[in-house]
């Protein structure tokens, strides 16, 4: 792949009209079927099922661009958990449980294939064969959270997809190897919150533990300052020490990009080496936006790169 020329696309959800129009914006045009750029690739950041309202023709759309060659696709944890949904475990139930929260999140998704059952089970093998993260000389790519400590193990074990359902099984075992890295890469890190804090997320699922930005130096810093949930405050307290976040992502790092974080308004770079391009285009309140950043190998970014509908 080029390092050079790449636009980087963050969390579709479902939203096919978005990605369309995002990616006409961007030069795209149809080409025997596939979304084609004469100079430049795609790579998207995963999560591209869920919540929307047309998840199969975004996922074919993304589907049809990595096969003509004109884009990657990176794992979101909602690929993960999709697959997770379904794979049933030896001793009964699903790896990821069918509660009533984990069954709304996944409805769009199976709305959207009710009547094209045989191409879901199809789609669902697909994803094992999405790379998990994308790293070069001049940047890093991954849905989540780029963490060098727990990035070390997956590249010296070659792990670079989900693979098979063994793989995921393993992934969902907390005693595991693979545990911590996979949920790092695909979810970032949280901290509980102190006794009594809790919030509820877009979902209406409460929360007791919060994200935190994982590129700022969480030495001396409070919840309040490291917390990245969009529209909501937390009281001012002391940062809980015991919790490992000391490999934080630092200033010299080449650029990372990345999804997941579910942001609010005109999306904006974090810092000139930390691009996060998730701006809820799901969000029900429906000001949410689909954003894509046009990099070009520069390793200070700019806010005037990014474009978004
Ligand atoms: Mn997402």
């Not at 009964?92 to 449980?97: H, N």
């Not at 000389?137 to 989540?144: E, G």
């Not at 080449?254 to 799901?282: I, K, T």
């Amino acid at each position: 792949m080029v390092t050079a020329g790449i636009d980087f696309i963050g969390d579709i959800h479902g939203h096919r009209e978005k990605l369309e129009a995002l990616l006409s914006l961007l030069g795209y045009s149809k080409q025997g079927g596939a979304y084609c750029h004469p100079e430049r690739v795609v790579l998207f950041l995963g999560d591209y099922l869920d919540r929307g309202p047309d998840v199969r023709g975004a996922v074919n759309i993304v589907r049809a661009m990595v096969d003509a060659g004109s884009a990657t696709a990176l794992l979101g944890n909602h690929e993960f958990n999709a697959l997770a949904f379904w794979i049933k475990r030896s001793e009964g139930g699903y790896l990821r449980e069918h509660t009533i929260n984990k069954i709304l999140i996944h409805v769009e998704t199976m709305r959207s294939y009710q009547k094209y059952q045989s191409e879901f089970r199809e789609m669902l093998r697909w994803l094992y064969t999405l790379p998990l993260y994308v790293e070069t000389d001049t940047f890093r790519a991954q849905h989540a959270c780029w963490d060098s400590f727990y990035m070390e193990p997956l590249k010296k074990l070659g792990v670079t997809t989900l693979e098979n359902e063994d793989r995921v099984r393993r992934c969902c075992d907390k005693k595991d190897s693979l545990y911590w890295p996979i949920d790092r890469l695909l979810k970032g890190p949280e901290v509980p919150l102190p006794e009594g804090v809790s919030f509820y997320d877009s979902e209406g699922v409460r929360r007791v533990r919060t994200r935190i930005c994982w590129w700022k130096n969480p030495q001396g810093k409070t919840i309040s300052e490291l917390a990245i949930q969009s529209g909501v405050d937390f009281p001012e307290c002391l940062y809980p020490l015991e919790t490992d976040t000391s490999n934080y992502y630092g200033e010299s790092e080449r650029p990372v990009f990345f999804g997941h974080y579910w942001l609010a308004g005109s999306p904006l770079l974090f810092r000139e080496n930390v691009c996060c391009l998730d701006y809820s285009v799901a969000s029900y309140k429906g000001n949410g936006t689909l954003a894509a950043y046009r990099f070009d190998g520069e390793q200070r970014l700019d806010n005037r790169k990014i474009v978004y509908v």
